[in-house]
């Protein structure tokens, strides 16, 4: 009987542990920034000049070859693929837009371990790439991909 009850707290204890936010699947995703991006293919580049808009910037998206071996094909990508987007300013000059200082990176990996988010990992950092600023990574960014759950949750495709 003793042992039971010993059983009985150690399962109450893990839920309470797992409502106190102790649960990997709720946890702040880790998605590391990958150094090498910059030796990446490029996919496509991307303006969006509303300045009201969170994704605003002159953006550039880059694959790693297990992302872009998936993307050009349109399959579903395997696990470790890596995309990378590049934010820059946006700048005018009489009409031409080119990129200006680099804003943001955003990154997204596909790993299992994402359960919540299509098994993909999403991170935002700043612009030295050093400091991450996402806080939900399923509200401030899957929630808007899952507009392409068809292309297993990625934008962009590559332009030849």
Known sequence: MKKLKTAIVAVLGIGIWLEAGGSSADEKQVVSFPDDHRGWQHVRS?????????????????????????????????????IVGIFHDV???GGIMTQGKRLKYVVMVKDSQFKNTGGWGFEAFDA?????????????????HTSV???DFVFSTFVE
Not at 51 to 75: H, I, T, W
Not at 128 to 144: I, M, N, P
């Open 128 to 144: 030295s790439g050093k400091q991450t600023l996402t806080k939900d990574a399923k509200a401030e960014c899957f929630v808007c």
């Open 91 to 93: 700048v005018d000059k």
């Open 46 to 82: 991307t303006v969006i000049h509303d300045q009201d808009n969170p994704l605003f910037g002159f953006l550039s998206v880059y694959a790693d070859s297990k992302a872009l071996k998936a993307n050009k094909a349109n399959k579903t990508y395997p696990s470790g693929s890596k």
């Open 149 to 151: 759950a068809d292309k």
